[in-house]
Nanobody, 116 residues
């Protein structure tokens, strides 16, 4: 059974930091890309950042310079370090994992709330 377990969300004041983690288990084939998406109320789900197995990264413009994505292939875990958080970063953050056959898996979501 595939499981993506997210942790690290919460409430923080503007300018603060949070670190999200997502541990994947039960995926039969090798994981290729791991990433984070976010969805605010009434808005679409947007890519925040992604990282390939060889550590090539991609960031949305709205987080460049503030967020850092990393991963541990040995632990099948992806991290998102979020610094200088802003109220507009408030959203549910979803972990996303794709295997080498492009099958896609999602985490349950972690609430991040940034107060002004």
């Amino acid at each position: 059974q595939v499981q993506l377990v997210e942790s690290g969300g919460g409430l923080v004041q503007a300018g603060g930091s949070l670190r999200l983690s997502c541990a994947a288990s039960g995926i039969m084939f090798s994981i290729n890309t791991m990433g984070w998406y976010r969805q605010a109320p009434g808005k679409q789900r947007d890519l925040v950042a992604s990282i390939t197995r060889d550590d090539s990264t991609n960031y949305a413009d709205f987080v460049k310079g503030r967020f850092t994505i990393s991963r541990s292939n040995a632990k099948n875990t992806v991290y998102l370090q979020m610094n200088d958080l802003k109220p507009e970063d408030t959203a549910i953050y979803y972990c996303n994992v794709r295997d080498v056959f492009r099958r896609e898996y999602w985490g349950q979501g972690a609430q991040v709330t940034v107060s002004s």
